[in-house]
Structure formats: C-alpha cells, structure tokens
C-alpha cells in the first residue's frame, strides 16, 4: 500500500477492495468494515455451522444409498430437515422438495407447471418487480409460446388486486407474485392473491426467499401453492434451497426441469447436498423459535435509523410502503446525492445502491422505477439490510456516518443549492452541449 492512501486513511484489501478506515477512535461495539447487506445474504449462524460439521466428515453417506447404515444415517437427516423446513412454513414435509437455491426453485415452479398444464392454459401473470430469477424465466416461456402479463404496481410498490383479477383469463395457469420484495421490502397481500387464485382455479406460486424466516408465513392460512426458498438468506448456507408443493387442495403438479434418478419424489433429480440440507433445516429451526424477538429488534433499529435521517437531512425519500413491510429493510432516495458517490463515501459500509452496473452503462434499479421515481432520485437511493447480528451501535455509526456524508456532497451539489433556493427544477431549460 502506497504512503499516499495510509496518509488519507485508506487501506486495500489483498483482494483489491478498498476500506476506509476511521482517523477517530471507533465507538464501542463496532468493528469495520460493518455488513447491513443482508437481503443479498447473510453471515451463516455459527449454530447452523455446528450442525453442519459431521456431514462434512464421517457422517459422509449418500442419502440415496439405502441398503447401508452410511446412506442411512444421511437420509435420516435429510429428513430431519425436511421437517425443520416444513414446520416453519405450516406444511408437511413430503411437501418439501430440496433444490439448489431460490433460482432453480423459482425455475422448476414456473417451468415445471407451465410445462404441465400446457394443454389447459398458456398464460402466466407475474409483476414488473419481481426478482430477475422470475422475470427471466418468464420471459424464456415467452418464446416458447406462452403468453405473460406483467402487473405495474403503485406507487409504494403493492400490486392492485383488482389488476390482478382483470388480467385474468380462461386461459390463465399460474399466478407468481413475491411475498417480499427484495429491494423495497415492501409485503405483497399473498393471502388475498391466493384467495383468489383458488377462486378461478389458478395456480399460486410465490417467491417467498425476503419473507421466510423473517415474518410468519402460513402455506394454509396464506392459500400458497407453491413457493421458493433458499438458506444463505436465513443464516444458513449457499447453495441450498426449496420448493414447497402442495399436495392437497389442489395437489399441485410439476414437470422435473432435471432429469436423472428421480430424487425428490421425481420433481428433482440429483444427489442431495446433505450438509447444506441440513444447514437449512437448522437455519428454518432457529427462525421459527427467534423470529418474533428478531423482527421487533430489527423493526426498532430500522425505525431508528429512519428517525436520524429524516432528522438530520431534507428531502429524504422513503421508498415502499412502510405499513406493509419487512423489519430489517429501509431503502431510501438522498435526493440530490449521486448513489454511486455516496456509496464511495462510505465503502466501509456494506449496503446496496439502487442502481446497478449493465454493460458499462449505469441504469436506475427496475424495481424503483416501476414506482414511479425519476432517474435522479432512483440513483440517490441507498438499501439498508437489518440482520441477526447488526448492534444498535453500528447503526449510530452507519447514520452519522451517512449523514455526514451526504451533507458533504449536497455541498457540492448546484442542483441542491438550487433547490435550496426555491427555484424549480422542472421549468429550468436545459443548454445541450
């Protein structure tokens, strides 16, 4: 590291990443860089790595191998899993069937029943701010033939139902809206969506990776039919997911998208990750007893953390409904502050920006878009992920170190100083260079 960046308190990672480090004594209780990331993924809960360890030694067998004590053993604990995962979400284990993640489980479910209800329908609806894993895997059926309707939502982000019924046909399928969204946090009305689903005879699957392990999810009281899963979202590990399948009222059937043994009762072929099965089955343990004291801490800190902004800073915008919302997200719009800027300033804070980076062009995130929010406020926009282990001290340090920062950019801003001044952006004419 050169004398220049130790002289202005930076520092480089062996892997190219640059933290900023403190010239002041940090606070107690906070340790850089700090993780508020957790709607990307989460730190694994050391008691998710604990019963993870056997099977990543002697307890070694292939859960398929059924005519050994190694096999035995391994199918044992996969099927302690499959309960631990069907418990949380209300439902049966046989229910459960194991996948590699929330993208294959969103992939089987949409692929899978569109292939094999084929002959009653073509049509799927879906809504513009899905995750990529369904809005992709939607648009490949499109060219397969089928037909999807992609509902807007309003302004803080909840699809109408009323949309939703009017889209509607005879020849609808499926219906695929996500529980929680995983930008916005906003929580869709799963349990009226599937009310009326059932009511046309159409199918439910909904993207439930933000929701589970955070809020109560009840496959029966919500009328889901068929929902995704994963474990790096819940403290457990990468690589793991789930689909719930309902087998009763309607039982539910998918066509396999894997082909090979016919593991997973035929829905997915492939050898069973047991370690990371049993992560999951650990992580879904520790959600269903922790939850609701988990969920009140974090909804305090964001509530905190959205207090000192608004406090602190004008025109902050909050982004999704806050009524209908997961307690460990805030995505907020520092309007007059560039995203990218801002997340320079503090790069030794973890979070996401609002924007993402395609083909070296810098596009406002889809999901702010559909709100409604311009260009300049979808790039000003900052998400925060609450999880298990953030401290209210590291709050305090990410606020006021936000705070700070954003207060110094405006200073730099003319379109601020603007503003500040009372003229109106929307009528000034723009000289083209």
Not at 25 to 36: E, N
Not at 336 to 349: A, Q, R, T
Not at 375 to 389: E, K, P, T, Y
Request: glycine share 8%; aromatic share 6%; charged share 25%.
């Amino acid at each position: 590291m050169s004398n220049e960046l130790k002289e202005t308190g930076v520092e480089m990672t062996d892997n190219g990443v640059v933290i900023a480090e403190s010239r002041e004594p940090l606070p107690a209780g906070v340790k850089l860089p700090i993780y508020m990331d957790n709607h990307a993924t989460t730190q694994m809960d050391p008691r998710v790595l604990e019963a993870m360890l056997p099977f990543f030694g002697n307890v070694f067998g292939n859960a398929a191998s059924r005519n050994h004590a190694f096999g035995w053993e391994a199918e044992k604990a996969v099927e302690t899993a499959r309960e631990q995962v069907a418990k949380l979400l209300h439902c049966t284990a046989k229910e459960i069937i194991f996948t590699s993640g929330a993208t294959e489980s969103n992939n089987l479910a949409i692929k899978g029943i569109a292939e094999m209800y084929r002959e009653r329908g073509n049509h799927i609806i879906t809504q513009v701010t899905e995750h990529k894993a369904v809005l992709d895997t939607c648009k490949k059926l499109e060219k397969a033939g089928y037909r999807v309707t992609y509902l807007p939502v309003q302004a803080n982000g909840l699809i109408d139902i009323e949309d939703l019924r009017r889209a509607m046909d005879e020849k609808t399928i499926l219906v695929s809206i996500m529980y929680a969204n995983n930008e916005i946090g906003v929580i869709q009305p799963v349990a009226e969506i599937g009310k009326l689903c059932h009511e046309k005879g159409v199918i439910f699957h909904t993207d439930g990776v933000q929701a589970i392990g955070k809020i109560p999810v009840n496959v029966q009281t919500d009328n889901i039919d068929v929902m995704s899963l994963t474990a790096h979202k819940i403290y457990g590990p990468k690589g793991v997911g789930a689909l719930y399948v309902r087998r009763r009222n309607p039982r539910v059937q998918i066509s396999e998208q894997i082909n090979g043994g016919g593991h997973e009762r035929g829905m997915r072929s492939g050898t069973l990750n047991v370690p990371g099965i049993v992560g999951l089955g650990a992580a879904c343990e520790i959600a269903g007893a922790e939850m609701k004291v988990e969920a009140e801490r974090l909804q305090e800190l964001r509530d905190y953390l959205k207090a000192k902004f608004e406090k602190a800073l004008d025109y902050v915008h909050v982004n999704g409904d806050m009524e209908h919302h997961l307690p460990g997200n805030l995505n907020v719009s520092f309007v007059y502050v560039e995203g990218e800027s801002l997340l320079m300033g503090i790069n030794d804070i973890a979070v996401s920006s609002g924007s993402a980076c395609t083909s070296a062009t810098l596009e406002p995130s889809y999901v702010l878009k559909a709100l409604g929010l311009g260009d300049d406020v979808a790039h000003s926009s900052i998400r925060f992920g609450l999880g298990r282990f953030n401290t209210k001290a590291e709050v305090d340090y990410v606020s006021d170190k936000l705070i700070d920062v954003v207060s110094k950019l405006r200073e730099l801003s003319p379109l601020y100083e603007m503003v500040k001044e009372g003229i109106d952006l929307t009528k000034i004419e723009w000289a083209a260079h």
